[in-house]
């Protein structure tokens, strides 16, 4: 390391170990927005599938099913 002051090379490695953290924290904040995600997608289909189309899909599919299921009994009930 001949030609580099210390202070440099010390300087760069406190950059470094603060990178380092920086970059564990945003791991650790994605990993949990995604679980975050999957447990929201849990909630609304009943399980971890994956996602058909996307989680916000998935959900308007479902809401979409739902709402023609209940105009479809309302129907039938209409009729009885």
Excluded at 18 to 44: F, I, N, P, T
Aim: glycine letters at 6%.
């Amino acid at each position: 390391m001949d030609g580099f002051p210390r202070e440099i090379i010390a300087r760069q490695a406190e950059q470094i170990k603060q990178l380092e953290a920086e970059r564990d924290a945003m791991k650790y904040e994605w990993q949990a927005a995604c679980s975050l995600v999957a447990e929201m997608h849990k909630a609304g289909v009943g399980d971890y599938q994956g996602c058909t189309n996307g989680v916000v899909e998935d959900i308007a599919d479902l809401k979409a099913e739902r709402d023609r299921l209940r105009a479809a009994l309302e129907v039938w009930r209409e009729s009885r």
